[in-house]
């Protein structure tokens, strides 16, 4: 049987595939060892997912498991609203809505399909500047692109030296010091 993916892998699989071999690594260490700014103001706009103290109204479902047996996915949505029917990941910042913020939010609403929710909307909203951002349903290409990449993550060979770094990215990279690819 095939492992299930993490949703909240999908984003950093984009950002690079590498990076999902460290932080499997590194995850049971203090993450403040290696979290650098923004992903740790990142991680404190979530906390109030986690500890489920965002809403009190009944409609609201908050941080609740979810599961796909077809794409073989498992995680957390972050919020469903049963009235609205919307479906919505906050962000601390959206400066911009990038690839991998799309297939986690795909990727959250095949699982609540699945289990039987009707979701009618979908959006992200950037706390810190109270904006939202509204997301067209996916569509049969959408779901096979979330399908595509969910196929490259069970297929990459961390041995694999035809990888080629975005040095860019490299750059941003809170894994660099410790990846063969980094080179300052
Ligand atoms: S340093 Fe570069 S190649 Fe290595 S994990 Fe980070 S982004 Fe990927």
Redesign the pocket.
Known sequence: MEENISISNLNDFI?????I??QNLYKKYDKHLYHNKVQTSGKNAHKSIDSKNYSSKKSILQGIDVYSEELGLIGKIDLFDQESKTLIERKNKIKRIYDGYYLQLYAQYYCLIEMGFEVNNLKFYSISDNKSYPVKIPEINEKNYLKHIIHKMRTFDLTNKD?K???N??E?????E?????DE
């Open positions: 950002f690079c595939p590498r990076s071999y460290f990888f770094q975005n040095r990215k490299c941003k990279c809170i894994y660099r410790l990846c063969d690819y980094y």
